[in-house]
């Protein structure tokens, strides 16, 4: 074996476990769409257990700068089979066309920093091939000090990295048309003179592809070349299914910053996914896109597909929005957000059933930060402190309404609208409804729809019941013009739970008369009072047996003479009995500042409406 064969065998150990993972990214995902390895790893190399057999490393080319000397070179030298094409450290190439990966089960792999300058070409892994990787073991946290694997200076009009494509040929399903199985790890593209409307890594009709520690760079007409201008609709990584596409795709710790120059960037946008079938999985990562109408993350599913993308707490550190979804979209999932958002999320129409929380959200959760939804049922909830009780619960808002609403039952508890109007639900029966116009205060409502109880804007209550509190009045329509006027009388008031009995009785041949109480009367009262008028002329009448069985005799009159009565009694029922009032009480501490009742405004009404 020579020494270069020698060193490449080396080097590529220590790449192993990248490697593996390379090649059996997301192969057989679970029914809930997660991302597997296989157990399979089997390490053969010409008989021998040294090194897996991963994109056929049976065949490994190495750039020594005589028989290859670069990278198309050694990857085109590549048998049809496959194979590893292996990068020196120190690398530095000046791409003078296209750098086509276009052949099945191969990888290349950058064992130490390398720039790759790329002008107008791309990097293509065109539609048909298979179990693709572009790999560097740089650390994913986008440490600037440490010098990467770099492709810089894209400065073209299609995309710097090109993963499929293409136009179909056949039915858009047939594998001729897609790329399955690629992977890039590592790897740093610095597009900053890239033209407007231009995606710096773009895959159509990839199905399973892992993209981990993918660092991004479009500082947009910041090189030497063109000078420092603003870009338009920049796209730092675009998924498109344009025509067929299901499969299941991940990014990890993505770092992207978009618009990193003086003017920023407009439209622009980290991560798109359009167009697609899949299920697309965002892990961790820090993403910035300064500018104007800038977004993080953007969702469009289209008219006729769906696109599904799920967060798992990556951080949107700059953008005007963090997350817009559009069409057929079903997005999931934790998103954090930083002081340079403005705000959250727009759910755009036809949008239905989204979930997003946001964990530790900075500015716009204490600032002017907004939730539009023109959809139906999407959530978003902020989940501070208490994650686990936040949880329970759902912030919808729509272009007319706020509301609060418990996953658990579906209930809505509170709702706001920009009116100024606002609903407190009991979720499940009753609710209080604070009515911003035309002066009507606060209306309360019963289980369902009818209204029972309201407090206008100069605080006087009105209940269609009983109640009591304050000085009592009791207002009717007026009976001589019911449409124009009201009636009020003031309540009698008592320190007992006393009620009050009257009536007319004609005395008898004898100058008696017997008269009769309700049934329940000796059940309810206690303690009873009587007062007697005779009416029509005078008789020394007097209660000749009082109150029983519920009846009580007059007498001393002359035979018909009629009499005027009036009963009262205090009530002894079980709940008067337990719940007698105390009439005399001390101020709470909080009450004892206040001026004394004498100075103090004319107190509250409260009224009852139609009383019978």
Known sequence: MNFSLRIALSVLIAFLPAVAIAQNVVQNPTAS?????????????????????????????????????????????????????MVPPNYSETLAANLTLGKNNTAL???????????????????????????????????????????????????????GGGTCVGACSNPVNNVLNFYMRGIRVDASNIASNTPIIKLTRVQQFWLEGANINAGIGCGTQNGCGTG?????????????FSGIGRIDFPILNIGTNPNGSTSSVAIRVQNVTTHTLVIGGHIQVTGSSTVCFDVNGGSGTSSELTFYAPNCEAATTALTVEG?????????????????????????????????SVAPVYGSGKVSDSGVVNSVTFADLDQSHADLWQLFQSSTNWA?????????????????????????????????????????????????????????????????????????????????????????????????????????????????????????NKDFRYQLTCIGGSAPVYVAREIHNNRFVIAGGRPGLKVSWQVTGVRHDAYAEAHRMVVEQEKPEEETLKSPSSTQPAPQRLQAANPD
Request: hydrophobic fraction near 35%.
């Open 404 to 524: 609060v609403t418990n996953k658990a039952n579906s209930k809505t508890c509170l709702q706001f609208n920009q009116s100024g109007n606002a609903w407190v639900n009991a979720c499940g029966g009753g609710s209080l409804f604070f009515n911003e116009g035309s002066g009507n205060g606060v209306l309360f409502y019963n289980g369902g729809t009818t209204q029972v109880a309201s407090i206008d804007s100069t605080g006087a209550a009105t209940f269609n019941s009983l109640s009591v509190s304050g000085a009592k009045s009791f207002k009717i329509d007026h009976p001589l013009d019911p449409a124009h006027k009201y009636l009020y009388h003031s309540s009698v008031e008592s320190p007992d739970m006393k009620n009050l009995y009257d009536g007319a009785v004609t005395l008898g041949a004898n100058g008696t008369a017997t008269v009769k109480l309700p049934e329940y009367f000796q059940a309810l």
């Open 33 to 85: 769409q997660t991302i597997t390895q296989p157990a399979n790893t089997n390490f053969t190399v010409q008989g021998s257990t040294i090194l897996p057999s991963v994109n056929n490393l049976n065949t490994i080319l190495w750039i020594d700068g005589v028989k290859y000397t670069t990278i198309s070179a050694c990857y085109n030298a590549l048998p049809s089979t496959g194979g590893t094409c």
């Open 328 to 360: 057929h979209a079903n997005v999931q999932g934790d998103l954090r957000t930083d002081s340079g958002v403005t705000n959250y999320v727009n759910f755009d129409a036809n949008t239905n059933g989204n979930r997003i929380r946001f964990l530790n």
């Open 232 to 244: 338009t609709g920049v796209i730092g990584i675009l998924i498109d299914g344009t025509g067929y």
């Open 109 to 163: 792999i950058f064992t130490g920093t390398a720039t790759i300058n790329q002008g107008q070409y791309q990097v293509v892994i065109p539609a048909g091939t298979v179990n693709v990787s572009v790999i560097s073991d740089f650390p994913l946290n986008g440490n600037t000090s440490i010098t990467p694997v770099l492709f810089t200076g894209y400065n073209g009009s299609t995309a710097a990295f090109q993963i």
